[in-house]
């Protein structure tokens, strides 16, 4: 398994060339092919901004149908059907083999997409068609088996730390009084530098597994 976070766009695509003019943040959470559902926020100009995306998304010939379900000022969830003449860019994904994992982000004229693919060979060929049907496709990381056990990503000895400070209510807040590195320290049989030493070790592999996943 092989994950990649990508930044791809193009010319002539309708949501590219419409965030790289209007200055919007656009977030699918949802698709049901030939439907997307999501919510628009603007970078700079409040809701007039956003009005105006959705304005130039109905003029668009590229949009079937296009509604907003629901708004606020600051925000507003749509549903809209493309109608495009060849294969999206999230269709392109998944009929080489791979899928993109939700949301994609779209901003300034960029979509941001992690995408899975089964094994090298399948994104090396998902490569060559986006490279072929769209203008710029630009891999930020790439990652080998990205899906990781708890007794994989931590050691044995920081797991049983982490557990342990877990279930005793460390990580609430508030933090119950009567949990701290000392007590948490001697149910183990350790001192509480060794302790602090592994929560902290531990701590800080979980983060960058997220991060790695998730922050584009």
């Keep these: ?35 997307g559902y999501g919510f628009i926020e603007a970078l700079e100009g409040g809701e007039k901004t956003i009005q105006t995306y959705v304005d130039s998304v109905k003029a668009s010939g590229s949009v079937r149908d296009f509604e907003v379900t629901s708004s606020s000022p600051t925000i507003y969830f749509t549903r809209s059907e493309h109608d495009l003449d060849y294969p999206s860019i999230y269709e392109t994904i998944l009929e080489s083999g791979s899928m993109s994992l939700l949301p994609i982000i779209i901003v300034k004229g960029v979509q941001y997409h992690t995408v899975y693919s089964p094994s090298r060979e399948a994104l090396k060929a998902l490569l060559d068609t986006l490279k072929l049907r769209f203008t710029t496709v630009k891999i930020v990381s790439l990652t080998s088996t990205p899906f990781k056990s708890k007794g994989t990503l931590l050691t044995p000895k920081q797991l049983e730390a982490f557990e342990l400070a877990f279930k005793k209510g460390y990580y609430e807040i508030p933090r119950r009084s009567k949990i701290t590195i000392e007590s948490l320290a001697r149910d183990i049989g350790i001192k509480r530098v060794a302790m602090q030493e592994r929560l902290r070790r531990a701590e800080q592999r979980i983060l960058s597994d997220y991060a790695n996943r998730n922050l584009q």
């Design 1 to 35: 398994m092989i994950q990649t976070n990508l930044q791809i766009s193009s010319k002539d695509y309708y949501l590219c060339e419409l965030t790289k003019r209007i200055p919007v943040k656009v977030t699918i959470v949802t698709i049901r092919l030939p439907e």
